[in-house]
């Protein structure tokens, strides 16, 4: 499968658990993408990457979310001190410049915090 | 910021009757616009693009700024259509901003 893979597919964790989820995207894509979905919800922006830098962040994205993407190829988006809020599918999408927004997503991690 | 607006969560049609599902957005300049879909237990993936005037799986859907709408619209629904569809508009120079969508069931 040569798409865009994420891992885990389902993380249930305790609040105040810290989580990291990663993110493999379409090898020759330079751009990757984080949106987080909520129950009844679109996809939200959560930040993005071109190659290793990462570009924009969302003000969604508090202080203890985190993602990077260290060598431009897969990037981890760490979650520190969850919370029931946190809940949610956490997707991750990956591009080329030349697709003109054409994202590939892939098929997400759900994370449940208890 | 841009906004997209899906007035529809939910829209049920008969087979073989057509299907209009509505989008309208907020953008001050020339959007450029998309609608996703999901299928069951599969991965949201591109419809189709405004910029590329495309039919895609008998899918279309024109732009009208007059009304900032970009409805999807099929002549002839089937049952395979059911999904949840998006509408997204890209805001800045790179990401996408989504409605929060509307599940089409297609009953036989």
């Known amino acids: 499968d040569t798409g865009v893979s994420q891992d885990p597919r389902h993380k249930i964790t305790k609040r105040g658990q810290n989580v990291t989820f990663r993110c493999d995207p379409i090898s020759e894509h330079n751009r990757l993408y984080w949106y987080r979905q909520t129950l009844g919800q679109g996809p939200e922006f959560l930040t993005y990457f071109q190659n290793e830098a990462q570009l924009e962040k969302s003000r969604l994205l508090s202080d203890r979310f985190s993602a990077e993407r260290p060598k431009g190829s897969f990037s981890t988006l760490e979650i520190q001190r969850t919370e029931q809020g946190d809940s949610a599918m956490y997707l991750c999408?990956?591009?080329?410049?030349?697709?003109?927004?054409?994202?590939?997503f892939g098929s997400g991690t759900r994370l449940t915090v208890v | 910021a841009q906004r997209v607006t899906q007035p529809e969560k939910l829209l049920s049609v008969f087979k073989g009757a057509p299907v209009e599902l509505k989008c309208n957005y907020s953008?001050?300049?020339?959007?450029?616009l998309f609608w996703y879909v999901q299928y069951s237990r599969q991965r949201l993936q591109l419809l189709l693009r405004h910029i590329s005037r495309e039919s895609i799986k008998g899918f279309t859907a024109d732009l009208n700024k007059g009304e900032t709408s970009f409805h999807l619209k099929k002549p002839f629904a089937q049952e395979e259509d059911s999904a949840m569809y998006y509408c997204a508009v890209v805001q800045g120079a790179q990401k996408l901003v989504f409605g929060q969508g509307t599940r089409l069931t297609i009953n036989p």
């Open positions: 953008y001050s300049g020339s959007p450029e």
């Open positions: 999408a990956s591009s080329s410049a030349g697709q003109a927004y054409g994202y590939t």
